[in-house]
């Protein structure tokens, strides 16, 4: 009799357990399942030492909508490091092959927002370029960003506020009654010579040697014709 009563009131009390965290079971499950943007790669999306002048990184991202809610998306791009080179570094974003958008990084505010139905995804080309023109100045510089693509449920448009997203670059936590989330990737960008060298000397002074050989040339020239003049008389 008494295992029976121990067997029931540890029954019922595992229950009664369950059912006090089924709500918030089921409302996690919901809430990952109704809008849920995935980016590959994940975490770093940029991590170059050594570009110089003429040098340009491609990168593709793959952009998927793993939701059971469409949502339009849009990318942010946010400065988190030294200003002088990240103002001159030049973007180019590439959606099936037609740009979104060419530009300095710095100027980039937002694209346009893109509609992702559940189950696609959109496959982005990202480059980013080194001007030619940039001389020993920006050399031994760098600049760190991050990239963000917001999501935004296609049932309520509103703008999530900035956050931070955690070490896998995918935040799922929950922005107002939208229940926007955001997926980030960060870049750093290392100009060549970032130990502290520059850029190699390129101007010779191959012109200053073609004058001094004519100038010796003749010279010798001149010698000879005079030391066989001489010879003669």
Wanted: proline share 5%.
């Amino acid at each position: 009799m008494r295992k029976v009563l121990t067997r029931t009131i540890v029954t019922l009390s595992s229950i009664c357990l369950v059912l006090i965290h089924f709500p918030y079971l089921m409302m996690a499950d919901s809430n990952e399942e109704e809008l849920s943007i995935h980016l590959s790669p994940q975490g770093v999306l940029y991590d170059v030492e050594n570009m110089k002048p003429g040098d340009w990184a491609p990168r593709q991202v793959t952009v998927k909508n793993n939701g059971k809610r469409d949502f339009s998306y849009h990318i942010r791009i946010d400065n988190n490091g030294p200003e002088k080179l990240f103002k001159e570094l030049l973007l180019e974003i590439e959606v099936a092959g037609h740009h979104i958008y060419k530009g300095k990084i710095n100027d980039f505010s937002r694209s346009p927002s893109r509609l992702l139905e559940t189950g696609q995804q959109d496959e982005l080309e990202f480059t980013i370029r080194f001007p030619e023109y940039l001389d020993n100045d920006y050399q031994g510089l760098d600049t760190q960003f991050s990239l963000s693509f917001i999501a935004v449920d296609e049932d309520n448009q509103s703008i999530p506020p900035d956050t931070s997203q955690d070490s896998t670059g995918n935040d799922d936590s929950n922005y107002g009654p939208a229940k926007d989330k955001i997926a980030s990737l960060n870049g750093t960008i290392g100009s060549s010579g970032s130990k502290g060298g520059k850029l190699p000397k390129t101007s010779t002074n191959i012109y200053d040697i073609l004058i001094i050989g004519v100038v010796l040339t003749t010279s010798g020239g001149i010698i000879a014709a005079y030391g066989r003049k001489r010879r003669k008389t």
